[in-house]
C-alpha cells in the first residue's frame, strides 16, 4: 500500500485532472454556443466554472472517502495488489455514473426549499451551493484525516437541511419550513436502516457460508504476500467490482444533481429545459395535462383562478396548507403551461428569455401535484392517482435531465478520488474493526451485502452510504465469528455517525447566511 503512483503515475494523475478540467469547459461552451448565448459579462460563467469545479471536487473526495471500503477486502486478502485495486475500482466506479439513473440526483434536491431552487441563477442560489457544498467537503475532509470511515451521503443531505433551516430562519419563518421533511425522512429512514441491514445480513451470511461451505481455507487469516484459492479471489474481485459499481451509480448522482442545479441557474438557456425529448413529447403532455385538471376539477372547485397561481401554489409546497384555491391555481398554471408548450410547438423552439420562467412554472405543478397526491382529504383513487403519476412524469421528463458529459466529468472525478488518498480508510476497515484480520468470508460476506444494499437503493432511487453499510457489514461478520470488535474504532464510527448531521447542519447553515452577506 505504500508504492504510491510513482513518476508516471504522477504526471498520468496530473495531465488526466488537466484535461478533465479543458472537456468541462469545453461541454458549457458548445452547449450555451449551440442555445444562442451571448456572453455580455463573464463574472457568471467564472463563478459557473468555479462552482462546477468545487461540486467536482466533492466527487473527488467522496472517490477516495468512501470508495476506500470497496477496495479494503481485495487489498486485506491479497486477492489483488493495492495499486491494481483502485484502478480496477476507480474504472468501476466510472461506469456506475455513466450507467446510472438520475433518479438520486433529483431526490436529494428535492430537498432543498422550493424558492432557493427556482432562483438558483441569483446570490441566494449560488450562497446556497457553495454553503453545502464547502460545509460537506470540509466534514469529509476532517473525517478522512481521521482514518473515519463516515458518510458522505449524510454529511451532503445534513449540508442541504442546514441550508433549508437557514434559509427559513433568515426570512422569518420557523425553521422547519425550510426542508421537505417528508421527503428527509424516506432519506432519514434509508440511512438509518441500511447499516443495520448491512450488519444483520452480513452476519447471518457468514454464518450460512460456515454451514453450507466447510472449507477451512475459507475461514483462516491470509498469509502475507499468499493470494487465496482462485474461486475466492474469483468471488472477492467480483464484490469488490459490484460494490465499486454499486457506490458509482449511487453517489456518483449526488454531484450530478448539485451540477445540474448550477447549470440551471447560471446558463438557463441551455440547461432548463430538455430540449431533445421526441417529437410526440407536446401531444403526450397536452392529453396528460387535460387528464389531470379533469381529475383535480373533481375533487376541487372549477371556478376559474383569480391572481398568481404560481404565488398560491409555491406558499402551498412551503407551507403544507391546503386551501380551497390550491387546487384552482394548480389547473391554471397546468393549462398556461400547456398552452405555452403548444404555442412554441416543441421544447426546443421556447425562446431563451422564456426558457427559466417555463421550468420553474413546470418545476412548481409537479411538487404541487407530488404533494396534492398525498392529502388524505382529497383522497384519490387509484387511477387517479395513476393520472397525477403520469401528468408529473410528463413534466419531469422536461426539467429531470442530465447531459452526458455531466455523467463523464463526475465519473472521471470520482474514478480519479478513488486512486488517490484513501489507504487512511483501508486501514480502518481492515485492520481496526475486529480484533482479528479480516477473513476471506468474511469479506465476500460484507461486500456482497453492500453490493445488494446500495443496488438495491439506487433501483428506488434512495442514498444510502457505501461506508456504512460495508463498515457495520465487516462488524456484523465479526461479530458473528466471535472474533471481537475494537471499541476503540466502533465508538469513532459511532461518535462520526452521531455528529455528521449536526455538524454538517450546523456549519452548512452558518456558510449559507454568510455567503448571502457577501454574494
Request: neutral net charge.
Amino acid at each position: 500500500m505504500d508504492q504510491g503512483l510513482g513518476v508516471a503515475g504522477t504526471i498520468g494523475f496530473a495531465a488526466s485532472v488537466i484535461v478533465a478540467i479543458l472537456y468541462v469547459a469545453y461541454s458549457v461552451y458548445v452547449d450555451a454556443s449551440a442555445a444562442g448565448i451571448q456572453a455580455t459579462t463573464y463574472l457568471p460563467f467564472m463563478l459557473l466554472f468555479i462552482a462546477l469545479l468545487i461540486a467536482l471536487g466533492f466527487e473527488f473526495v467522496n472517490g477516495f472517502h468512501d470508495t476506500a471500503n470497496a477496495v479494503a477486502t481485495v487489498i486485506y486478502t491479497n486477492s489483488m495488489p493495492a495499486n491494481v485495486a483502485v484502478v480496477w475500482s476507480g474504472f468501476f466506479n466510472f461506469l456506475g455514473v455513466l450507467l446510472s439513473s438520475g433518479a438520486v440526483a433529483f431526490g436529494i434536491i428535492s430537498l432543498l426549499p422550493v424558492e432557493l431552487i427556482l432562483q438558483v441563477g441569483s446570490s441566494a442560489g449560488f450562497a446556497m451551493v457553495f454553503a453545502l457544498l464547502f460545509a460537506a467537503i470540509a466534514w469529509n475532509l476532517a473525517t478522512w484525516a481521521l482514518g473515519i470511515p463516515s458518510s458522505s451521503s449524510r454529511t451532503l443531505i445534513g449540508s442541504i437541511i442546514g441550508v433549508g433551516i437557514a434559509n427559513a430562519l433568515m426570512h422569518g419563518r420557523s425553521g422547519t419550513a425550510g426542508v421537505d421533511w417528508s421527503k428527509a425522512t424516506d432519506i432519514g429512514k434509508a440511512l438509518l436502516l441500511s447499516p443495520l441491514l448491512g450488519f444483520t445480513a452480513a452476519a447471518l451470511l457468514f454464518l450460512a457460508l460456515k454451514v453450507l461451505v466447510r472449507n477451512k481455507a475459507l475461514y483462516e487469516a491470509p498469509k502475507p504476500g499468499v493470494a487465496p484459492p482462485l474461486w475466492i479471489r474469483s468471488l472477492l474481485i467480483f464484490t469488490c467490482t459490484g460494490v465499486s459499481f454499486a457506490h458509482g451509480s449511487n453517489d456518483g448522482q449526488k454531484g450530478m444533481g448539485l451540477i445540474m442545479l448550477i447549470l440551471i441557474g447560471t446558463v438557463p438557456t441551455a440547461y432548463a429545459l430538455n430540449r431533445a425529448v421526441p417529437a410526440q413529447y407536446v401531444a403526450e403532455f397536452h392529453g396528460h395535462t387535460l387528464a389531470m385538471n379533469q381529475t383535480m376539477n373533481s375533487h376541487g372547485s372549477a371556478a376559474a383562478f383569480e391572481g398568481d397561481p404560481r404565488t398560491a401554489l409555491t406558499r402551498y409546497i412551503a407551507d403544507k396548507t391546503l386551501d380551497p384555491q390550491t387546487v384552482p391555481a394548480l389547473t391554471a398554471l397546468a393549462a398556461d403551461i400547456d398552452s405555452q408548450v403548444g404555442e412554441y410547438g416543441s421544447l426546443a423552439r421556447v425562446p431563451a428569455d422564456k426558457t427559466r420562467n417555463m421550468r420553474n412554472d413546470m418545476y412548481i405543478a409537479a411538487e404541487a401535484v407530488k404533494r396534492l397526491g398525498k392529502e388524505p382529504s382529497l383522497n384519490f383513487a387509484d387511477d387517479e392517482t395513476k393520472t397525477l403519476d403520469r401528468y408529473k412524469s410528463s413534466l419531469d421528463k422536461a426539467t429531470r435531465f442530465i447531459p452526458t458529459w455531466v455523467k463523464v466529468a463526475v465519473a472521471f472525478a470520482l474514478g480519479l478520488g478513488t486512486m488517490i488518498g484513501w489507504k487512511r480508510i483501508v486501514v480502518t476497515v481492515g485492520e481496526k474493526i475486529g480484533k482479528s484480520h479480516l477473513t476471506y468470508a468474511q469479506g465476500a460476506s460484507a461486500e456482497l451485502v453492500a453490493m445488494a444494499t446500495i443496488g438495491a437503493a439506487d433501483a428506488f432511487g434512495m442514498p444510502v452510504s457505501t461506508t456504512h453499510v460495508l463498515s457495520s457489514g465487516v462488524a456484523g461478520t465479526m461479530t458473528a465469528n466471535q472474533s471481537g470488535l475494537q471499541m476503540s474504532t466502533v465508538r469513532n464510527l459511532l461518535m462520526a455517525w452521531v455528529l455528521t448531521l449536526p455538524v454538517s447542519i450546523t456549519l452548512a447553515g452558518s456558510l449559507y447566511w454568510v455567503f448571502s452577506k457577501i454574494f
